[in-house]
C-alpha cells in the first residue's frame, strides 16, 4: 500500500467534478491492495475478515470514526467474523481520490 494515500486528507467534493476513469482507478487501485473495482467501475470494495462478531463490530466503529474525522462515508455491512466495507464519492456517483485515501486508511485500520 503506497504510504502517499495514508498522509492525505480528503478534500470536500460538492459535485460538478467528473469521476475517475477506469484508467485513473485503476492506477489509484495500484495503491490499495486487496480492493477491487465495483458497481461497473463506480465503486471500490473489499471484505475484511475476524475471528469473531466483536472484532468484526470494533473494525466497523473504528471505519466509523474515521469517517466522521475524514467527513467521508462508507457502506458497510458486517456479521459474524466479516465486514466488507465500499467507498464512492456519492456527488459524483463515482470514484474520486478521496475514496482511495479512506480504502488506504480502512486497510491500516484492519492492522495490515
Do not use: Y
Request: proline share 4%.
Amino acid at each position: 500500500m503506497s504510504d502517499d494515500l495514508l498522509f492525505k486528507t480528503c478534500t470536500p467534493c460538492r459535485g460538478g467534478v467528473p469521476p475517475l476513469t477506469a484508467v485513473e482507478a485503476e492506477k489509484f487501485l495500484d495503491q490499495a491492495p486487496g480492493w477491487a473495482l465495483a458497481d461497473t467501475g463506480r465503486s471500490i470494495e473489499r471484505t475484511f475478515n475476524f475471528k469473531n462478531f466483536k472484532e468484526a463490530l470494533d473494525f466497523v466503529a473504528k471505519i466509523g470514526n474515521l469517517a466522521e474525522i475524514e467527513g467521508h462515508h462508507p457502506d458497510i455491512s458486517f456479521g459474524w467474523g466479516w465486514a466488507k466495507v465500499s467507498w464512492q464519492t456519492k456527488k459524483i456517483k463515482g470514484l474520486h481520490e478521496n475514496d482511495f485515501i479512506m480504502a488506504a486508511k480502512t486497510s491500516k485500520l484492519s492492522g495490515e
